[in-house]
């Protein structure tokens, strides 16, 4: 079975690549009862060898199972299946629920104090870091830029105790961002989203700038949601295995 990287460009539907192809064959594996609860999934180098696939990419969706509840691993054991369905993702020590619950609490009034607030600084510090983001073309460095976005914000509102509570979350905010742009490719989208909530502040507009930012949670939690709901299985591999022969190393 080759699960080889098959993620593209383009103004077309969005190719998976070699994790999204190996997580969707394994949690279909899972919620088939293949591996019930319990059961240890093959080792690292099996799977690899299976699936033909690289270890790193084998690990990015080990991760991601374990980030959606599936499993957990093991230090020197393995990985074991810990639930036949995904519920509610885990990023660092929170579920999705409530990450999502308390960032709509903050974040969106925090973007409506900024718009009323928000020094020169603070929207030059918010346009070179939307522009860096607009640039960048590596997932890591983007998602750590993300977290930096919501925090300068945050600051524009000129209030210490906000960006003290987006700083309290920031490592699920990041394992959050990671997860939506490995499997829901929302970067481009996230970009937009981001640029509509610095023009209200540029604006000056309370108004706008709520809007703006419950627009942007609103987007997260859809794509959350279609993740989670997703099924798209056997149907994912074989088009990954038909649209780009060959090993992924990366």
């Not at 054991?77 to 369905?85: D, L, N, P, R």
């Not at 409530?98 to 960032?103: A, H, I």
């Not at 009323?116 to 929207?123: A, D, G, V």
């Not at 627009?215 to 149907?235: A, C, P």
Request: glycine share 6%.
């Amino acid at each position: 079975m080759n699960l080889s990287d098959s993620q593209t460009g383009g103004s077309g539907p969005r190719r998976v690549s070699a994790m999204e192809a190996v997580l969707a064959h394994l949690r279909n594996a899972i919620e088939r009862g293949e591996y019930a609860i319990g059961d240890k999934l093959p080792s690292e180098a099996e799977l690899c060898r299976t699936l033909e696939v690289s270890r790193p990419v084998l690990r990015e969706a080990l991760r991601a199972l374990q980030t959606m509840g599936l499993t957990v691993s093991k230090t020197g054991k393995g990985t074991f299946v810990v639930a036949s369905a995904v519920e509610d993702p885990t990023f660092g020590d929170y579920a999705a629920s409530d990450l999502l619950e308390v960032r709509r609490h903050i974040e969106i009034p925090v973007a409506g104090y900024a718009a009323l607030r928000r020094t020169p600084e603070n929207l030059d510090r918010l346009a070179h870091l939307l522009d860096r983001m607009e640039r960048e073309t590596d997932t890591t460095a983007w998602v750590a830029m993300d977290t930096l976005f919501h925090l300068a914000v945050a600051e524009a509102a000129q209030n210490p105790v906000f960006r003290r509570l987006i700083e309290e979350i920031r490592d699920a905010l990041a394992r959050q961002s990671a997860f939506l742009n490995e499997l829901g490719g929302r970067r481009e989208q996230s970009n937009r989203e981001h640029r509509a909530i610095v023009e209200a502040l540029a604006d000056g507009s309370e108004h706008d700038a709520v809007e703006a930012m419950s627009h942007h949670l609103d987007r997260v939690e859809t794509t959350l949601t279609d993740i989670v709901r997703s099924s798209r299985g056997d149907t994912t591999a074989e088009r990954a295995d038909t649209t780009a022969p060959g090993r992924a190393d990366a």
